[in-house]
């Protein structure tokens, strides 16, 4: 028995470092799906946000009729991360609409 366990050790060793190996890859594949799953989440929430935030302050300056200078600042600073997040059209349209507004 013992001649067959040293005969063998090297193949079994490497089997059980394989099935360790194979445990601890399937944990970080999980880990770095889960991690992604997650950041899209934030991405998503975060657009949504902006997107909201967008729609108020346009259709505020839009109904008032003109917009202030430190309105418009704010504005193009929510417009450029909404966009580059890949906000749609319709927050687009409406940074258009106020963008154009007059100036007090």
């Not at 880990?31 to 934030?42: G, P, S, V």
């Not at 929510?78 to 940074?95: C, D, I, M, P, Q």
């Amino acid at each position: 028995m013992p001649e067959w366990i040293i005969k063998y050790w090297v193949e079994w060793a490497f089997g059980v470092l394989a099935a360790g190996l194979l445990v601890v890859y399937r944990r970080l594949a999980k880990k770095i799906k889960d991690d992604a799953e997650e950041r899209a989440a934030i991405k998503a929430g975060m657009l949504a946000i902006l997107h909201d935030r967008l729609y108020q302050v346009c259709t505020f300056y839009i109904a008032q009729g003109w917009i202030e200078t430190a309105g418009l600042k704010n504005l193009e600073y929510l417009y450029k991360s909404y966009h580059a997040l890949g906000g749609n059209g319709t927050g687009t349209e409406l940074y258009n609409r106020a963008r154009v507004l007059p100036i007090h």
